[in-house]
């Protein structure tokens, strides 16, 4: 890293602390730390979660699989394009989640089922959350460590300290700061400003990717693969093990089982303004996910490229050479790409890339910190007291408790060592809730007669076999499942358990327009203002998402966003069938990816400047409404008699301590 790499990478983070800690005097009751007041546009919620879902860890992993599968496994993905479209433009399970106003999914269930599946829920919640995200400073403290080329050891006179738990103290500090600073709201603005300068940071490393291959060098690396293991014909891939079209069927299954379950991005779950936000919202990050997509994408092309074209052998053998002194196999698969970028990209881009993933950890961090410290309290700590507590001691103890969240994955992560495929590893953690909350989350918002033995049955058993795939997996190294093969299994038995035992349990259905508050429940501040209401077809409601509440510019949203998926798909339907009687070499399969790079360099651009003059109108109307919008301070996560506190009492919240 040059002198003006290292400007360029320690400038950033202090321009995003600097703009972002204004937002602290809004800070007044228990929704604003948790959901932002409820006052969250599409434009700045898409922007804002997008860069808290996608963090440094994710791209070290997504490089990490892209090293061993190419493009090629991303093309089976493209099977279930058409659903994962309708169930974003019909807002599947992020409007009716809004609609219930509650804080947390915990809140949820309460409400939904009840007070003591609650606290399993949250405690189950808490429990897979804070593991898997145990290791994410790990993660980005190594990529920084090797990427940046910093001593392992720093010597200060006669003492010594470690570089990797130095660097995660400061980051984490620094994450954990902003979060306790303001919460959610204080989150999403730092997010959102991450968020737009991240934009511009992906045109700049994508320019000089670019610049610094040719695509016909790019080609030669990517088509090095073995027989059986090719990066670029997914037809030719059949002896990949760990990432093979299975992986990519359940991967599928599992989107639309847990579809906005996992709850690392809970606070933006309850923070839009509306039902109708959340639901455009979900469209929107659809588009603003353009260009980061991009960059990722050739910053991998040209980390294989470095390492496999014969053209840049040379260079690539000090890359080589830097990864022999890497103790394990698993570090070494994750920072092969990032060694290769540290040596390719130019002096300044250099730094643009290290200013781009440390922001991406830092978003990723407040977020996981806001929600896995959130959820322990509201969903845990709270319903086990069983008593409701005054505003400024409750924020107090979310704050205590996102602090413990921060020093258990800097403890984690400090011992703990990795062994698997990071993917792996966030499958398996992750289903300690994910196998069997989806039945549970989607017979809470959609079937009436959803029990709460189901939910117990369901729960778990799907835990239960989550946490039997984890031991049997340390104590049989060579047990033929992977770790998404028994998620899958996973899933299969919670739904079955949830519905055979809400049947038989079921005695009357559940009034979901109370909970979702519709009809003479309704609530006024949750209305949304059209100018006209016409009737819409029952094929565009499908399809493109369109309700009454749709204005022009809405439908013309969800409706290119249904023809570019739709164009997408039907490239995979012909060239699926094409490959069945006649197949493409590798240099057709090139070709086509050349296709999808080209269509993403142009649009890249304009989605970047689209949704920063979006984002500028959704900041000008969430500081108005946060200026004008009175504090309720009943609106707490507390339940009472299957209904939100707020929603029942006349007066300050029953039972509050003061």
Known sequence: MSYLDWIIFLATPVAVFIISRQSRRYIVGVADFLASRRAGGRYLLSLASGTAGFGAVSAVAGFQLFYRAGTAINWWGNVGLPLAMILTVTGFVAYRYRETRVLTMGQLLEVRYSHNFRIFMGTTIVLSGVLNYAIFPAVGAYFFIYYCNLPHVIHVGPFWVRTFPLFMAGELSFALYTVLLGGQLQGMLTDCIEGLISGVLFLVVAGAILAKFSFHQMYVGMASGPPGKSLLNPFDMGKQHSFNVLYVVIGLVSAMYTWMNWQGNQGFNAAPANAHEAKMAGILGNWRGISRGLVIMLLAIAGVTYLKNPEFAHQAAAVRVQLSHISTHALRSQERIPLALSHLLPSGVRGCFAAMMFLMMVAVDISYLHSWGSIFVQDVVLPIRGRAIA????????????????????????????????????????????????????????????????????????????????????????????????????????????????????????????????????????????????????????????????????????????????????????????????????????????????????????????????????????????????????????????????????????????
């Not at 921060?406 to 698997?420: D, G, H, I, K, P």
């Not at 013309?556 to 070499?585: D, L």
């Not at 296709?595 to 651009?605: E, F, G, Q």
């Open 391 to 658: 505003p400024q001691s409750q924020l107090r103890l979310l704050r205590w408790s996102i602090t413990g969240v921060a020093m258990f994955a800097f403890v984690f992560s400090l011992l703990f060592s990795q062994t698997q495929y990071i993917f792996m590893f966030f499958a398996i953690t992750g289903a300690i809730f994910l196998g069997g909350s989806g039945a549970v989350i989607l017979g809470a918002l959609y079937w009436s007669r959803g029990t709460t033995a189901g939910a117990w049955a369901g729960q778990l058993v799907g835990s239960v076999l989550a946490v039997s795939g984890i031991i049997i997996e340390q104590i049989w190294p060579k047990f033929p499942l992977t770790g998404q093969v028994m998620y899958g299994i996973t899933m299969v038995c919670a739904s079955f358990s949830y519905v055979v035992v809400s049947l038989f349990t079921c005695r009357e259905p559940f009034n979901m327009d109370r909970m979702l508050h519709r009809g003479r429940y309704a609530r006024v501040e949750d209305a949304v203002k059209v100018e006209t209401r016409s009737r819409i077809r029952e094929w565009k409601r499908i399809l493109l998402g369109f309700d009454e509440n749709f204005t022009r510019g809405d439908k013309f949203i969800s409706a290119s966003f249904f023809a570019w998926n739709m164009f997408w798909f039907a490239g995979f339907v012909v060239i699926t069938a094409i490959n069945v009687f006649e197949p493409w070499s590798n240099l057709d399969w090139w070709k086509w990816g050349l296709v999808n790079i080209i269509v993403l360099i142009v649009l890249s651009p304009l989605t970047t400047a689209w949704f920063t003059w979006g984002v500028i109108v959704d900041l000008r109307k969430l500081f108005k409404i946060l200026k004008e919008r009175a504090v309720d301070v009943r609106d707490n996560g507390q339940v009472i008699g299957h209904r939100n506190a707020d929603e029942v009492t006349a007066g300050p919240c029953a039972g509050v301590e003061k």
